[in-house]
């Protein structure tokens, strides 16, 4: 499922069939156009339906950029002045700053924490297999309202279970919203909590593809469990790890509902705008303030500008890694 | 004597102490659902914060019910009907398009594919105005159509789709079909179809959980008076304070059926995800 | 030719498959334009907060045979961005409108999405506060917006945190603690110290709401609707008044549940209570805290915070029956039912000298007479001008910055500087 093989060459179709002499012409005609016509059929209905409610409101979106928008009253074109405004705008690098802060508090040790586990799943004598596999996976069915009520609770400065047990080590209240690092922290941990187990049982299946005998020869030249971890799981699993960083950036740069249910349902995000995404951002511009459509529209763009950049230089990686 | 590899792959006791701790720890927010949705609603600001379960999960339940604000059961009714019909379009216009991307050559296959996994990389919060007042102009505002029609397909569903037919269906099934003279639908029907059942499953699966849990879209475009679970969910807490026994007795009920279809079917999932990732 | 045929039969199929999913789709609504003089099947109220209107509601439906749905919405910061897309798109707005005064001024701006009102209802121009009602006229002169309530402040007060402070509980007395906020920020020192250190008020932007709206000058906009932030000296006095409070404060954002629960934690023991509040106060802090709480007068006198309009959208379909369900709503009998049940201050002459309003007394706050306390104190309300922007700046600027102070994230310089640059922001328009 790697992205990889979308740069890979198409395997190739199946031939036509021979053309028998028992068929009739009407048939092979038919043959013919179904072969040549019916895949058009098969993926329409994904262009259909994306083109309408995907496509539009999208391109409609950029049609916004390029204007002074007032949403309950008048719009003038100005041009790229909303893309010029962005590259000045300190709330928007802000924003930037936060959301990359987020991603790297919520990618570097949620892979780091996934590759142990499926190093530890992936002993073949582990008893108890699925249960532990299910049990690390279950996070990712509950929804993110519900993560971030929990979590909000258990981050609450006066009767949380988080300041409480810190209490226990002598570190009085954390105020988790208060300031950048904790609360970049907090909301990390609720991605984390969700995505590690998804993380780990990826990685683990990229680590079962890996074939035995590798292990066998090292441990044969005296390699340890360690050496063997760095010399061969690692730089066999770096496809899927590749793979798995692309997901997390996708998800990591659009991260809205957890920030958001985090500071109250509070768009700025926190008082100085501590936590406030790209996707906040965007959303405050674009939807909570009535006159600023056209550039919360612009915001929409750069942020999927700045995923395309980043899945390209993944890209870049996933062909280096591969030669 | 023990063999080399079983040396390497021994698991002392230290690795089930890690195991059994990431475990609690995915488990624990869980259960703090459930004991907060089991207490009264005073007990829950105790310092310190409570640890186990209480008896209180009808009475917050009771109030669940007779929320006026969050109507729970329609709430719960239409997350059902909503979920199912997404699943199942998702997962046949999914295993379709990825038949055709996988085995069937046609003028702009590759390009067309790219296109599907660049749509992957648009915020969802993009196209929310647009969208809403597309939905609004077709009349759909308040119905279950805005929060059904637009998610019927899927790229992420179409492209693993493609990437799961290209590996574990061979060309030679296909052309014996065609020699039979079947036509591509049958043979997609006949063939394709039930050979990509254990990615179907998985897909259908995470769009299950995906569209039960979805609530930004939901939220925007539904009222109190026709929500989806999530969206009723968050009109619990409507008033000015929070009734946060009452919230986690709903959301504990709201997940249970995604646990208990995880429980049923986490075998094929958790296979179905590694089976994804190993064919990369 | 077969090829068509599939194509056709394709198309049918998915045709059928998205009406099948269509039938599933219980609610939807009609857009049967009604015909001339047809009575509508039923109106829909948007409102948020807690505006009483529930009873009411149901009155009128008993009198016209018309369903009324009465759509709430908690929190005007959710509100208003559904109000933005129900306008935006021209499509979703209930048939009548509740409007704050905080963002009215910005839905004025453009009064084309709004019925002018003069054609379809009585005139009433004379029956409400005079300066409530001028505010429900749009600048080009047609009147969108008929007066609900306003927000008169008073103190609401924990009786038994008082008395165990050694404070006094009754609430002459307690009134008589603070003749100015001077006073008050004595009497919370004095709390402080006999109750062993705990947290006076709520918060520090409580106080700031309060002094904001005593000082009957312009805050955030000038006349000409500049921003004038920096130089107000409303502003200032409420900064100054509320930054000198926070050795007293529990720093508890309102709203927040740490604020919703501090109620019934006696996390403070008092707050800032216009009259709407006073039915959130008793949400807050449950049964079992009934008869603890009493209400007191606001330091300095008089001062007002909220206060809303009921509008009618263009887009309504029955502008006239619309108008004609808000004229009831606020009608003097209607607002004196609205304080009643939910606390919000009449703003109709005849309402405010009714005998059952001004008789009033509050069982959950102590038996207050708090018609009486807020109909005397209507009186000495000053308007202000508000500006077009006055709610983003009050929520998304000033707020902010005394949150970044009261937490000690910020100097008072620093935040005060913060306010500035992100008033200029927040109240372009």
């Known amino acids: 499922m790697s992205l990889s093989a979308t740069t890979a060459p198409p395997s190739p179709a199946a031939p036509p069939p021979p053309d028998a002499a028992s068929r009739r012409r009407r048939g092979y005609l038919l043959n013919h156009l179904d072969l040549k016509y019916s895949p058009y059929l098969y993926i329409a209905p994904f262009f259909l339906i994306f083109g309408s409610f995907g496509l539009y409101p999208m391109l409609r979106t950029a049609w916004m950029s390029l204007h002074d928008w007032d949403m309950i009253g008048d719009h003038s074109f100005i041009g790229i002045d909303n893309y010029t405004r962005l590259l000045s705008d300190e709330y928007f690098w802000n924003a930037l700053v936060n959301t990359f802060g987020i991603f790297a508090l919520s990618t570097i040790p949620q892979l780091l924490l996934a590759l142990f586990l499926a190093n530890l799943l992936n002993r073949t004598l582990l008893r108890a297999k699925t249960f532990f596999r299910m049990a690390i996976f279950i996070p990712n069915v509950v929804s993110v309202a519900a993560v971030a009520i929990v979590f909000g609770m258990l981050f609450q400065r006066e009767f949380g279970l988080i300041n409480w047990l810190l209490s226990f080590v002598g570190i009085d209240q954390v105020d988790w919203d208060g300031q950048r690092w904790s609360s970049w922290t907090a909301i990390a941990s609720m991605v984390n909590w969700r995505w590690t187990g998804y993380n780990t049982l990826i990685l683990l299946a990229g680590m079962q593809a890996i074939p035995k005998d590798l292990y066998e020869a090292a441990a044969i030249d005296g390699a340890g469990p360690w050496r063997q971890f760095w010399r061969i799981t690692l730089p066999m699993v770096r496809p899927t790890l590749i793979f798995v960083v692309i997901l997390s950036t996708i998800g990591g740069m659009q991260l809205f509902t957890e920030p958001l249910l985090f500071g109250n349902g509070r768009i700025l995000g926190g008082n100085q705008r501590e936590f406030q995404t790209l996707a906040m951002y965007m959303y405050e511009m674009g939807i909570e303030n009535l006159n600023s459509a056209g550039y919360g529209a612009a915001v929409a763009w750069a942020i999927f500008v700045i995923i395309v950049l980043m899945s390209l230089l993944n890209f870049v990686l996933v062909r280096r890694s591969a030669k | 004597m023990i063999s080399a590899s079983q040396r390497l792959w021994r698991t002392s006791p230290l690795t089930y102490i890690a195991l059994v701790l990431a475990a609690l720890l995915s488990i624990y927010p869980f259960y703090y659902m459930v004991v907060i949705g089991t207490r009264t609603l005073d007990s829950i600001n105790d310092v310190p914060p409570p640890l186990t379960p209480g008896g209180a999960f009808g009475d917050n339940f009771d109030r669940v019910l007779a929320n006026d604000a969050a109507n729970f059961v329609t709430g719960l009714i239409n997350s059902i009907i909503v979920s199912s019909v997404v699943t199942v379009s998702v997962v046949l216009t999914g295993s379709l398009a990825g038949f055709a991307f996988a085995k069937l050559r046609f003028r702009g296959r590759n390009i067309l594919l790219l296109a599907i996994i660049v749509t992957m990389m648009i915020p969802t919060q993009m196209g929310l105005i647009p969208l809403w007042g597309m939905m609004q102009t077709l009349g759909w505002y308040d119905t279950l159509y805005a929060v059904t029609v637009p998610f019927l397909v899927s790229a992420f569903g179409v492209f693993m789709m493609r990437q799961y037919a290209s590996q574990a269906i061979s060309d030679e099934l296909i052309e014996a079909g065609r020699v039979d003279g079947a036509s591509t639908f049958r043979i997609y029907w006949n063939i394709v179809l039930p050979a990509l059942r254990p990615a179907a499953a998985v897909l259908g699966l995470l769009t299950f959980m995906e569209t039960w849990n979805s609530f930004l879209w939901p939220y925007a475009i539904l009222t109190p008076e026709n929500p989806t679970l999530q969206v009723s969910l968050s009109f619990l807490s409507y008033a000015y304070y929070t009734d946060y026994s009452q919230v986690f007795a709903a959301t504990a009920v709201g997940t249970l059926p995604l646990v208990v279809v995880f429980i049923l079917f986490g075998r094929q999932i958790i296979g179905g995800i590694m089976e994804g990732a190993v064919k990369s | ?429």
């Open chain 3, 1 to 429: 030719m077969s090829l068509t045929t599939r194509r056709t039969r394709m198309a049918a199929a998915a045709l059928a498959a998205i009406t099948a999913v269509g039938g599933l789709a219980a609610c939807g609504k009609d857009d049967d334009t009604p015909a001339e003089g047809e009575k509508p099947a039923k109106l829909v109220v948007d409102t948020f907060g807690e505006m009483g209107y529930d009873e009411l509601v149901k009155q009128y439906e008993q009198q016209t045979g018309i369903k009324v749905e009465l759509r709430k919405t908690a929190q005007l910061g959710e509100y208003r961005p559904k109000l933005v897309r129900y306008l935006a798109t021209g499509k979703g707005a209930a048939d009548v409108t509740a409007l704050e005064e905080g963002i009215l001024n910005e839905f004025k701006a453009n009064p084309r999405n709004w019925a002018d009102l003069t054609p379809l209802v009585a005139d009433h121009s004379t029956e409400y506060l005079p300066w409530k009602w001028e505010l429900g006229k749009a600048p080009d002169g047609r009147l969108i917006g008929l007066p609900t309530d306003v927000g008169s402040l008073a103190v609401c007060y924990r009786k038994d945190l008082f008395e165990a402070a050694g404070l006094p509980t009754d609430r002459d007395q307690v009134s008589a603690l603070w003749p100015d906020w001077n006073g008050f920020h004595e009497a919370g020192r004095k709390y402080k110290q006999g109750s062993g250190g705990k947290a006076f008020i709520d918060s520090v932007t409580a106080v700031s709401n309060g002094v904001l709206f005593q000082q009957g000058s312009d805050l955030f906009y000038d006349k000409e609707n500049n921003i004038i932030a920096d130089t107000s000296p409303a502003v200032k006095a409420a900064w100054e008044t509320a930054t000198s409070m926070v050795d007293i404060s529990a720093k508890t954002a309102t709203w927040s549940p740490e604020w919703s629960g501090g109620f019934k934690q006696g996390t403070f023991a008092a707050t800032f209570c216009p009259s709407w509040m006073l039915g959130i106060v008793a949400d807050n802090s449950g049964e079992a805290n009934k008869g603890k709480w009493d209400v007191a007068a606001v330091p300095g006198g008089g001062g007002n915070w909220g206060g809303s309009w009921l509008a009618v959208p263009e887009q309504s379909k029955y502008p006239k029956e619309a108008a004609k369900l808000a004229e009831f709503l606020t009608n003097a009998t209607s607002q004196v039912e609205a304080f009643k049940a939910k606390g919000p201050l009449p703003t109709n002459l005849e309402a405010l000298k009714n005998e059952a309003f001004l008789s009033y007394t509050n069982e959950y706050f102590s038996g207050a007479p708090t018609g009486k306390i807020f109909g005397e104190s209507v009186s000495k309300i000053e308007p202000v001008h508000l500006g077009p922007k006055h709610q983003a700046v009050k929520e998304n600027a000033l707020e902010p910055a005394l949150r970044s102070f009261e937490n000690g994230q910020a100097s008072k310089a620093k935040a005060w500087e913060q306010f500035v640059k992100d008033a200029g922001i927040q109240g372009a328009f």
